[in-house]
């Protein structure tokens, strides 16, 4: 399993920032695709997810409405785009597989994780 996460960078506070998250290893389109953040100092936490099919999603509250993420089964990537961003968004990103749906928001049910990409916020 190889997950690589791009995209992150230095940003202001109200712009904007896509990541992507190209995958390989494993059968791309049968798995389940999330989005976690480490803060500094704070435990690794869900952001969002997609169905392996792209219909479903779900987002975690302190981003709905802002980050919005989406896949191409085609490329074998996920993407999250991030809108609106704000200090608290600063953190490294991680993207990851699950092959269940219930077990997509527990950082413990992920066995292998990417370098992630550091996003920072700030004036």
């Known amino acids: 399993v190889q997950l690589v996460e791009s995209g992150g960078g230095l940003v202001q506070p109200g712009g904007s920032l896509r990541l992507s998250c190209a995958a390989s290893?494993?059968?791309?389109?049968?798995?389940?695709m999330t989005w976690f953040r480490q803060l500094p100092g704070k435990e690794r936490e869900f952001v969002a997810a997609i169905g392996n099919l792209g219909i479903s999603t779900l987002h975690a509250d302190s981003v709905k409405g802002r980050f919005t993420i989406s896949r191409d089964n085609g490329k074998n990537t996920v993407n999250l785009e991030m809108n609106k961003l704000k200090f608290e968004d600063t953190a490294v990103y991680y993207c990851?597989?699950?092959?269940?749906?219930?077990?997509?928001?527990?950082?413990?049910?992920?066995?292998?994780w990417g370098q992630g990409t550091q996003v920072t916020v700030s004036s």
């Open positions: 290893g494993f059968t791309f389109k049968d798995y389940h």
């Open positions: 990851n597989a699950a092959r269940r749906w219930s077990d997509i928001r527990t950082v413990n049910n992920y066995k292998y």
